[in-house]
């Protein structure tokens, strides 16, 4: 669509929110840095107004903080950050499942399967923009479908906090995994097993999270740092 379709309904307050969320999400803003009101007048060419309308949220959301007398920084995740947000996503998501397969409709399981065939291409920035914002809906998608606000509202809080860390430092020859992840998840929704969705979202999960993990293993990286390298 209408991507752009949508976005032009959206206040300016709104837009500028949805860039920087998705700027912090890939790490374009890194974790820590710091920067004032004057460095985000100067990027998006905005009033404080708006500008401070999308802070606001941000904060709300969890993913910038108030640094005094110096502006604002991103959040930096932690180990603990990271295995917390892991578990509520099982916990969430996984209910979610289980709430929306007896709610599944065909429709539904065809915007999945769409949702799911986004590339990823490595070093692409509007790759992983476009990756990213898929795999998130995707996974509002259950949650919506699971007709509960809540979980939706949880939903969509956790990823904008973890997806900084899903897909940080992929090589090339790691690209191909993420292209299948959900197929267990669509399966068992489109046969309304509620049961069999909630652990297929689970495994789901718990693969990410191993992935994370042994990326920065690889890497010989301290799992203390959990930064979204550019």
Same mark, same amino acid.
């Given at each position: 669509? *209408?991507?752009?379709?949508? +976005? ?19 790490? =374009? ?7 004032? =009101?004057?460095?985000?007048? $100067? !990027? ?35 180990? !603990? ?29 065809? =915007? ?22 898929? *795999? ?11 007709? *509960? ?11 904008? +906090? ?27 929704? $489109? ?5 069999? $969705? !909630? ?19 690889? !890497? ?11």
């Amino acid at each position: 669509m *209408n991507e752009s379709r949508a +976005e032009a309904k959206l206040s300016l307050g709104e837009r500028v929110y949805e860039d920087l969320r998705v700027a912090i999400t890939l790490g =374009e803003i890194p974790q820590g840095q710091v920067f004032n =009101e004057a460095d985000l007048i $100067a !990027r998006y060419k905005v009033s404080t107004s708006p500008l401070r309308e999308a802070l606001t949220r941000l904060r709300q959301d969890g993913l910038v903080k108030v640094i005094p007398r110096r502006g604002y920084a991103v959040v930096e995740l932690t180990l !603990r950050d990271f295995h917390e947000l892991v578990q509520m996503r099982m916990i969430t998501e996984g209910a979610a499942a289980e709430l929306a397969a007896p709610r599944i409709t065909d429709q539904h399981v065809t =915007e999945m399967r769409r949702l799911s065939s986004a590339s990823l291409v490595v070093g692409d920035a509007q790759s992983y923009r476009n990756f990213m914002r898929a *795999n998130q809906a995707f996974h509002e998608l259950i949650s919506a479908v699971a007709d *509960n606000t809540r979980l939706l509202r949880a939903t969509t809080q956790t990823f904008d +906090e973890i997806q900084r860390v899903l897909f940080a430092g992929l090589g090339e020859n790691e690209v191909d995994d993420l292209r299948h992840d959900h197929d267990d998840i669509i399966a068992a929704l $489109a046969r309304r097993d509620g049961p069999a $969705a !909630r652990r297929a979202v689970i495994e789901h999960i718990k693969l990410s999270r191993d992935r994370v993990v042994q990326r920065m293993l690889r !890497r010989d990286r301290p799992l203390e740092d959990l930064r979204l390298m550019p």
